[in-house]
């Protein structure tokens, strides 16, 4: 039951020597073999790799160099690059892409000597809220294999939450990491937009993509972020803000803070009463553990998902237009270059990532551009300022993850706006840029898990992780 | 907002994505309701409202503009994705064509 234990528990047991990394990685491996059929979480497995890196990491343990993550195996969400290692993006036109360079939050992470067990199924370049999006078939909720696990990162999520790996690395866009993490009961953190490098993502909208952990314990969430956290020459956008001790921060006491519990969260969207009832016991031991709770306001928050599907899409159709067929992936067959370049990206992308390119294309196009995309960009101006407001009274923000734990396999698939909605509690925070986990917060009467948000202000992480620490441990 | 099939077809001319005759009623379709949900951002009074360009707060951020050469092996991957090439060219299609 090896591949069961969390980063730490994985830690201790390979310093005291009780298993090897080699024998670590061969159970996450067999449960990826036993699994992958039904669960779909993998679209490629480094299983000659893995055992490889393993082997190295018990030398390195043996010589007493081991470091935090030395022989812990690891998946990658297929978005993120790895060098040297086939990433779709879970899209065909990727499908041979072998990429020359790699994310810099791997590079952290594989410096640490953690262990690559492959690259995980997604909805095609983070287009989507069930997984359902992905050009290589949908990833089933290990909780309950006629749900859906959520996306976009609903691979690395499902892969986690079924011991296929220690933690999986994800990208967070509008909810990509916490909204599948709530729905298949695991742990997911999105950081400050710039507290990590977007080097070697996949780019969906580049002003507000975020790599982030999914891993089975809030401590662990921090280990990792602590390795990823930092500024970086490749990414202009990175923050030079050092990066605090996040796994210390997790001990801290939470009495005294003020926690806010947003009341629009709790009227849009249909929240199910079984989650609001859920998130009330939380907010209550809260209480029990001495903070101060208040009700606030962000009034902007229903707006959030029209700015969201303005901005992302522009942006999105902006940087999909380098997947042109002509210097990297799928090449369509076609007499002339336009055709090239049509054809090439009509097979190669999914219907919803077309979706997503003409609601951008048509945002940003000639007369339309002041009407839309500059139109979302003031409304995410009041978004921001929603969380200001709210900051200068709380020390951080309670939510659900989702308005409903996860739906059925193709349930929400004929209608996109209504798949759309899905992101209505976690998009908010991601357009203003701050931090925000989603922890496990119990089951539905149908046992599905819900996820409970914690949201912080800007660079707030050690709050977050604090706060979300200490409910989770409860 | 409404959007019509000579809509799809002019902006799947500018995304340069092929779509099939019998796609484009329902994109039609969908894109029409997604604009109509978004339409509800004109009700915000926006008037005196800065756009957000970014949320870092950075600004002017700069580097030595240098070449950094790359090794052969990362030279050689680079390569080995081109879809067609004479040895280390890139091979593109056509541009001047009639078409």
Known sequence: MLHTLTIQEARKGLDNRTFSSVELTQACLGRITERNDEINAFITVTKELALEEAKYADGQIAKGKATQLTGIPFGVKDAICVKGIRSTGGATILDNYIPPHEATVITKIRQQGAVLLGKQNCDSFGHGASNENSMYGSVKNPKNTTKVPGGSSGGSAAAVADNQCIFSIAEDTGGSIRQPAGMCGVVGMRPSYGRNSRYGCMPLASSLDTIGPITKTVEDAAIIMEIIAGKDERDATTVADPVPDYTEACQKDISGLTIGIPKEYFTLGGVDPEITEAIARYVTQLEKKGCTIKEVSLPHTKYAVAVYYIVVPSEDSANLARLDGIRYGMQAKAETVYDTYSKSRSQGFPEEVKRRIMIGTYALSAGYFDAYYKKAQKVRTCIRQDFTNAFSSVDALITPTSPFAAFGLGQKTADPLRMYLADVMVSPASLAGVPAISIPAGNTSEGLPIGLQVIGPRLGESTVLQIGNSLFTQ | ?99
């Open chain 2, 1 to 99: 907002m409404a959007i019509s099939i000579q809509d799809v077809e002019h902006i799947a001319d500018l995304a340069r994505i092929h779509i099939e005759d019998d796609q484009k009623e329902q994109y039609a379709t969908q894109l029409s309701n997604i604009f109509s949900y978004i339409d509800q951002l004109q009700e915000v009074d926006t008037s005196s409202v800065e756009e957000t360009c970014q949320v870092t707060g950075l600004e002017d951020v700069v580097r030595e503009d240098v070449a950094k050469d790359a090794d052969e092996a990362q030279k050689k991957a680079i390569c080995d994705q081109f879809p067609q090439k004479s040895e280390n060219l890139l091979v593109v299609p056509e541009i001047f064509s009639k078409k």
